[in-house]
C-alpha cells in the first residue's frame, strides 16, 4: 500500500483518540500506559481508508482523463451492499440464564485467576526452551571418531539431557513457576497447600496438574522425535547406498545425497576447471584443493577410524573393532537415548507432597522402543488402536537395516 504524500492523523486527533481510549477506570489509575503500537495500527487503518477514498474519486473520472493514469480496462468489484444499521448498538443473542451460564463457565474453566493464565504462559515457554536449547544425542561431530569415542559423546549428550530435563532442571523451573504462582493464593481452586485428598481430587489444581502433565508429555514426545530423526539422518549420511572394490586401494563408494545445481544459491562452482592440471600454477592448484575440501557436494568423509591388526600367527589382518559390535554399539546408544526420557518425572507429586507420602515419584509417560515389530490391527476390530510407538520401531529397524549393508563390504 503505498503511503507516500498521505496525511496523517494530525496531534489534536491523536490526542483525542488517546484520551477517549483511556479513560476506562483501569486505565485512568496506570501511569506511563505504552500507545504506540496501537496509535501506529489507527495510522495505518487511517492510509488505507485515504488510499480507498482516493481510488475510488479517481475512478469516477472519464475513461480520457483515466488514460494516462490507470491501466485501460481496470475495473473494481462491485460494492458490497450496505448493512442496515442495528436499531440496538448491540449484537443480538437468543434468551439465555447469563448468570447461571457465567457461573458454569467459571466452574469449569482454569483461566479465571490472573495466577493461573500466567503460569500457564510461563510453563509453555519453559517447554518451548527446552525444544529449542536441547537434543537427546549429538550430531554436531565434523571429524573422524574412533568407535569409544562416539559411544562417550553420545553418553555424555544423554546425561546431559537428563540433567537438563530433570528436578534439577525443566521439571525444578516448572515446579519453581507453579509454587511462585499460587503460593500466596491461600485456601481455593487452587491451594498449593492442600491436604485433603478428596477436596484435591474435586479441585481445579488437579486439572491444571493434569494440563500440565500433558503439555509436559507433548513436550518430552516432540523432543523425542526431533533428536531421534537428526540421528537417524545423521548416521545415514555415512552410509553409502552401494559399495564396489576394484582392488584394496580402490573403493567407489554411492552414497544417497541431494547434489547442488547452478541454480541453487550455495553452490560453488569449482575454480579454473578449464585449465589443464599440468598447467596450473601453486596458487591455482592451492584452491582447487580448497575447493574440493569444502565441496557441499563431495561425500561425506568416514565417521570412524578402523586400524588393520596383524596378530602374531595369523595370516589375514583383523579390524580394531569388530564391526558387528560396532553396529550394536550405535543401537544401543540409540535404546540409551531413548529410555533416558522415561527418568523424567511427573510434578503432581513433587509439589503436594502432604497429599503423596507414601507414594514414589511418578514419571512422565515417554516413547519407548517396541521390541519387536508391531503388527497393524484388524481392520475390523475397532477397539484394537495401532502401537503408537511404531515411528520409533522404524526408525530403529532403518538405522539397524543401514548399517549392517555398511559393514558387508568389510
Not at 486527533?13 to 504506540?36: C, E, F, G, P
Not at 516432540?222 to 553409502?240: A, G, H, N, R, Y
Not at 553452490?267 to 592448484?285: I, L, T
Not at 497429599?355 to 476390530?381: H, V
Amino acid at each position: 500500500m503505498p503511503t507516500e504524500e498521505l496525511s496523517e492523523l494530525d496531534p489534536e486527533q491523536i490526542s483525542r483518540i488517546i484520551h477517549m481510549a483511556t479513560a476506562s477506570r483501569y486505565l485512568k489509575s496506570r501511569q506511563n500506559v505504552d500507545t504506540t503500537g496501537i496509535m501506529y495500527e489507527v495510522n495505518q487503518d487511517f492510509a488505507r481508508t485515504m488510499n480507498k477514498i482516493i481510488m475510488e474519486k479517481t475512478l469516477e473520472k472519464s475513461p480520457e482523463e483515466l488514460q494516462d493514469m490507470i491501466p485501460a480496462n481496470l475495473q473494481l468489484p462491485e460494492k458490497a451492499p450496505p448493512k442496515e444499521t442495528p436499531y440496538f448498538g448491540m449484537v443480538p443473542i437468543p434468551q439465555h440464564d447469563f448468570p447461571e451460564q457465567f457461573s458454569n463457565f467459571c466452574f469449569k474453566s482454569l483461566y479465571i485467576k490472573e495466577e493461573a493464565i500466567r503460569a500457564m504462559v510461563e510453563i509453555r515457554t519453559e517447554c518451548n526452551q527446552l525444544l529449542a536449547d536441547n537434543r537427546i544425542f549429538n550430531v554436531a561431530n565434523t571429524k573422524h571418531l574412533r568407535v569409544e569415542e562416539f559411544k562417550q559423546i553420545q553418553s555424555s549428550s544423554i546425561t546431559h539431557i537428563g540433567l537438563n530435563a530433570g528436578e534439577s532442571g525443566w521439571v525444578g523451573r516448572l515446579e519453581q513457576i507453579i509454587k511462585n504462582s499460587f503460593d500466596d493464593v491461600g485456601k481455593g481452586w487452587f491451594n498449593i497447600h492442600e491436604s485433603a485428598r478428596e477436596t484435591y481430587e474435586f479441585g481445579k489444581l488437579k486439572k491444571f496438574l493434569t494440563l500440565v502433565n500433558f503439555m509436559m508429555q507433548d513436550t518430552v514426545l516432540t523432543l523425542c522425535k526431533e533428536s531421534v530423526k537428526e540421528f537417524v539422518q545423521f548416521i545415514l549420511k555415512f552410509c553409502p547406498v552401494s559399495t564396489k572394490i576394484v582392488s584394496t586401494k580402490e573403493v567407489h563408494n554411492t552414497f544417497d545425497k541431494v547434489l547442488l545445481t547452478p541454480e541453487d544459491s550455495d553452490y560453488e562452482e569449482m575454480p579454473f576447471k578449464d585449465v589443464a592440471e599440468k598447467d596450473r600454477d601453486e596458487m591455482q592448484n592451492t584452491l582447487v584443493w580448497l575447493h574440493k575440501m569444502f565441496d557441499k557436494n563431495k561425500d561425506p568423509d568416514p565417521l570412524f577410524v578402523l586400524d588393520l591388526i596383524l596378530k602374531p600367527g595369523h595370516l589375514i589382518p583383523t579390524y580394531s573393532n569388530n564391526p558387528e559390535e560396532i553396529v550394536k554399539k550405535i543401537l544401543n546408544v540409540f535404546d540409551d537415548g531413548i529410555l533416558c526420557l522415561q527418568q523424567i518425572p511427573q510434578l503432581e507429586p513433587i509439589l503436594l507432597k502432604n497429599l503423596f507420602k507414601t507414594q514414589g515419584k511418578k514419571m512422565l509417560k515417554a516413547p519407548l522402543r517396541p521390541p519387536t515389530k508391531p503388527t497393524p490391527p484388524d481392520p475390523n476390530k475397532k477397539s484394537l488402536l495401532p502401537d503408537e510407538h511404531t515411528w520409533l520401531w522404524e526408525a530403529f529397524d532403518t538405522l539397524r537395516t543401514a548399517l549392517t549393508a555398511a559393514i558387508e563390504p568389510l
